[in-house]
C-alpha cells in the first residue's frame, strides 16, 4: 500500500476527530448553558449523553488516524509536534473517557473537548509536519516508553486541572449562604467542591506516578543516546520543574493541610507548566530535545 495515501489518510481522520471533537463540545456547552440558566430538562440530560457517545466517536477516529501515521511512517508516530499533538490528543480523549466510566466526570466534557478541539487544530496548521525519518537521537526503544508515559501522564493532569477549575467555582459558590446563591441547575448537579478536590487528587497521583516514570525513562534514554543520564537541557529541566510543582501539590495537600483554593490553584499551576512544556519549549527553544520539526 502507497505509504504516502496512508498518510494523507490520517491527516483525513485528524480533521474528522476534530470535527466530531467540535460537536461533541457544542453539545457539552448546550448542557453547560441550559443548566446554568436553570433550564435542565430531560433534553440536557440527552444532549450530555450525545456529547460523551460522540466524544467515544471521536476518540476512536483519533487512534486510527495515530495508527495509521505510524505506519504511513514505518515507526512510532511521536517524533515531532504534529505527531505528538495527535497522539497527546487520543491519549487525553481515552484517559477522560475511561475515567468516566470508573466516575462520572462528564460535567468536564466541555472543557476536555474545547481543549482537544485547540490541539488538533494546531496540529493540523502550524504544527503539521510530513513523515520523515527520525533523528539518530529517536532510534531507540526508550522513545516508546518515555514518549507513551509522558502523554499518559498529561493525560491525567488535564482532567485533575479541568476538575481543579471546577473545583473552584463550586467553592465560591458554597462560600455563600443558601439563600443568596444564583440558581445553576449546572453547578447544582455538580459535586461538592471537597467531593471534586478529592477526585482531582486521586488522578493527579496518578498522573504524578506516570511523570516520575517519565523521568526515569527519560534519564535512562538520555544515557543511550548521549552517555549522560542528566545534562540540564532546557526539555530535561522544565520536566523536572514540573514534578517538582506536583510533588509540592502533594506534599502541600498531604503534609500541610492544604486544602480547596490553594490545592486548587496549584494543581492548575502545575498543568500550566505542562502546556508551556508541550506548547512552547518544544517550539521554541533549542536543544536537544529539538524534535518539533518546525521551520
Known amino acids: 500500500m502507497d505509504l504516502a495515501q496512508l498518510e494523507e489518510w490520517s491527516m483525513t481522520a485528524v480533521v474528522t476527530a476534530g470535527i466530531i471533537f467540535g460537536l461533541a463540545f457544542i453539545f457539552y456547552a448546550y448542557d453547560f448553558a441550559v443548566r446554568t440558566a436553570g433550564r435542565a430538562s430531560a433534553r440536557t440530560h440527552k444532549s450530555l449523553r450525545i456529547g460523551t457517545s460522540l466524544s467515544w466517536l471521536g476518540f476512536v477516529v483519533i ?173 530535561e529541566t522544565w520536566t523536572l520543574i514540573i514534578w517538582v510543582v506536583y510533588a509540592g501539590y502533594l506534599h502541600a495537600r498531604a503534609t500541610r493541610g492544604w486544602r480547596g483554593t490553594r490545592a486548587a490553584v496549584l494543581a492548575i499551576i502545575g498543568f500550566a507548566c505542562v502546556l508551556f512544556n508541550f506548547g512552547v519549549v518544544n517550539t521554541l527553544f533549542k536543544g536537544l530535545h529539538a524534535y518539533s520539526g518546525l521551520g
Open 63 to 235: 487512534v486510527a488516524a495515530v495508527v495509521l501515521r505510524g505506519v504511513a511512517a514505518q515507526r512510532v508516530p511521536w517524533s515531532n509536534m504534529h505527531e505528538f499533538s495527535i497522539t497527546a490528543v487520543a491519549i487525553i480523549a481515552g484517559v477522560y473517557l475511561f475515567v468516566n466510566l470508573w466516575r462520572d466526570v462528564s460535567f468536564t466534557g466541555m472543557f476536555v473537548t474545547g481543549f482537544l478541539v485547540i490541539v488538533l487544530l494546531l496540529a493540523t496548521t502550524i504544527w503539521y509536519t510530513a513523515v520523515k525519518p527520525l533523528m539518530p537521537a529517536l532510534e531507540s526503544a526508550w522513545i516508546v516508553i518515555h514518549v507513551l508515559v509522558a502523554i499518559l501522564g498529561t493525560g491525567f493532569f488535564a482532567v485533575g486541572a479541568a476538575l481543579s477549575a471546577l473545583q473552584l467555582v463550586q467553592a465560591r459558590r458554597e462560600a455563600k449562604p443558601k439563600d443568596q446563591r444564583r440558581k445553576n441547575a449546572y453547578l447544582d448537579a455538580l459535586p461538592s467542591s471537597e467531593k471534586l478536590e478529592q477526585l482531582s487528587f486521586t488522578v493527579i497521583i496518578i498522573g504524578f506516578v506516570l511523570w516520575t516514570f517519565t523521568l526515569i525513562f527519560g534519564a535512562i534514554w538520555a544515557q543511550k543516546a548521549w552517555g549522560r543520564y542528566w545534562g540540564w537541557d532546557v526539555k
